[in-house]
């Protein structure tokens, strides 16, 4: 079936550092990508939707600039989290949906600690 | 906004059935999946069903539609150890705009 690889699983690293996050489609090319966050024992919260080769679509309340999106390819769409501060701590999951427009199929998430 | 609502936990013994509970409010809804999460790991897809479906089954996985009342269920029959985990119920109009419950955690006892 489906695979959605996410990189890097889990990252710690200090205040003020930005980190990227992968996320690639293994077997299909994924047409959309979805950007999550999750707090704990809580549901997710979609981020942003991006489409390949344009600008990604953000939801309310979520920072453009804080959260830089690239989906530069049918495989593989980014996350930057800039300037990451301890309240950007979480777990973050992409999703990706292919041109057959199926249900989305989620990477295994990376957890973000901010120190 | 629309919300979709489920259970926070359920509990049950190991070989019994379980039965996972959501209600949705937007009738426009044409996708109604269920998901399951285990720990520090992302969301796996169990299984879903179009709006226009009453039941569909998948070897231990049973779901049922009630639009009318705009409930879903998901029924785990023979339920072992390894299901426990969180599920979430969503619903989306065109795979594109998915909402998501607060996911119920299963406990299943030995």
């Known amino acids: 079936g489906a695979v959605v690889s996410q990189h890097p699983s889990w990252v710690i690293c200090k205040s003020g550092t930005s980190v990227k996050i992968e996320c690639r489609s293994l077997?299909?090319?994924?047409?959309?990508m979805f950007w999550y966050r999750q707090f704990p024992k809580q549901s997710l919260m979609l981020m942003a939707t991006?489409?390949?080769?344009?600008?990604?679509?953000?939801e309310q309340g979520v920072e453009k600039d804080k959260f830089l999106i690239n989906h530069a390819s049918l495989t593989l769409s980014t996350l930057t989290v800039t300037s990451a501060h301890p309240e950007d701590s979480s777990f973050y999951i992409c999703?990706?949906?292919?041109?057959?427009?199926?249900?989305?199929?989620f990477g295994d998430g990376t957890r973000l600690s901010i120190l | 906004g629309e919300d979709v609502e489920q259970s926070l936990f359920l509990s049950v013994r190991e070989g019994d059935s379980s039965v996972i509970n959501c209600t949705y409010t937007?009738?426009?809804?044409?996708?109604l999946y269920w998901y399951k999460q285990e720990p520090g790991a992302g969301l796996q897809l169990l299984t879903y069903?179009?709006?226009?479906?009453d039941m569909k089954q998948d070897q231990r996985l049973t779901v049922l539609l009630n639009k009318k009342d705009k409930h879903l269920s998901l029924r785990i029959a023979d339920t072992q150890t390894g299901d426990s985990a969180i599920y979430f119920c969503a619903e989306s109009y065109n795979n594109n705009d998915m909402r998501f419950g607060a996911g119920t955690r299963l406990t299943v006892k030995p």
């Open positions: 991006s489409n390949e080769g344009s600008k990604a679509t953000y």
């Open positions: 069903i179009f709006s226009n479906m």
């Open positions: 077997d299909f090319q994924a047409t959309t």
């Open positions: 999703s990706a949906m292919g041109q057959d427009l199926q249900p989305q199929h």
């Open positions: 937007d009738s426009s809804s044409t996708y």
